[in-house]
């Protein structure tokens, strides 16, 4: 009886473990469904960090990419600052990305404002990126960035106001142990995101874009391959705190689809996975803590998904 016992606690032991493990992944280690030819580099969007106080910013989506192979790698740039000058710090740490890996280029997948970052580089240096993926983007510029630009500029209320995200920004690059030494800018951040910035950065960049008020860009420029997807709804879970507050900034877009930051149109850049998720501006990236819509596709599923559509496009 005793040796039998031990038999049963060790079938009831491995029985556990298969039940917790996919079959695929037991026997057969990872199955090569999210295995890019180029690593994918993420890039965080304004007031992002890559892990702070334990808590990732990509929440789930790199542990879900990597197991069944892709190579990932997480970047982290001024939380508040220019396109341009985020994209510069993007770009230093691709350079040593494509240097560590020895693949030659990336694909390139930035959050909110990481969309008209990781544009800049695939813009100014295109031989090492082979890709470049926009989620939920402002491409044209956000309503909400420009319903924030009415405070008057010089004035007092710009100064006071500037002072304390420029604050918060300096506490999210402390908290988050950043390598960037890049002074915060919101001002330069606002400038970069509302519709006037958003022009001027487009006139220099324009790779990607669509040339119709809500199309589709190219394709591909430059040996560049763009896609792009982003969400239209603001609240999706109401255990989701952040859902409150998406719910009062998408009144500024007047009855726009947005996902509470960013308006549909505003999201398109090149192919166009899909611009009408059930999600939020931070419902892409799988935050707050994975409190998304139960009638819409997992993010992290979206992902994989991508990483998948980037495997068979020889990326």
Known sequence: MPNNNKTLLALCLAGG???????????????????????????????????????????????ALRR??????????????????RGEELLEQVEEI?????????????????????????????QLV?????????????????????????????????????????????????????P???????????????AVFNAKYPQGLPTSACGEGAYSVA???????????PVTNLLDPSD????????????EDSDGMVGRCSSHLGKVIRDNYRMNHLDVVNQAFGLTSLFETDPLTVFRQHANRLKNDGL
């Open 130 to 182: 082979a890709s470049a993926t926009s989620v939920a983007g402002p491409h044209k510029g956000s309503d909400l960035a420009d319903f924030i630009r009415q405070v008057p500029p010089g004035s007092a209320g710009e100064t006071l106001l500037a002072s304390i995200v420029n604050s918060l920004g300096g506490v999210i690059n402390f908290l988050s142990g950043s390598a960037s030494t890049s």
């Open 223 to 233: 040996g560049v391959r763009y896609y792009s997807w982003s969400g239209t709804s």
């Open 17 to 63: 473990l298969l039940a917790t493990t996919p079959a695929k992944a037991f026997w057969f280690g990872s199955s090569g469904y999210t295995q890019t030819r180029y690593p994918i580099v993420l890039t965080h969007g304004m007031m992002g960090w890559d892990s702070m106080l334990g808590i990732d910013y990509w929440y789930g989506i790199p542990s």
């Open 184 to 198: 915060q800018n919101s001002l330069g951040a606002l400038e970069s995101l509302n519709s006037e910035g958003a």
């Open 98 to 126: 494509v240097a560590i890996s020895g693949k030659g280029k990336v694909n390139l997948i930035g959050h909110s404002h990481g969309g008209p970052t990781i544009r800049y580089v695939a813009a100014v240096s295109p």
């Open 244 to 255: 409150a507050m998406f719910a009062l900034t998408a009144l500024t877009f007047n009855g």
């Open 68 to 85: 069944d192979g892709a190579s990932v790698y997480i970047t982290e740039v001024s939380q508040l600052n220019t396109s341009e000058t």
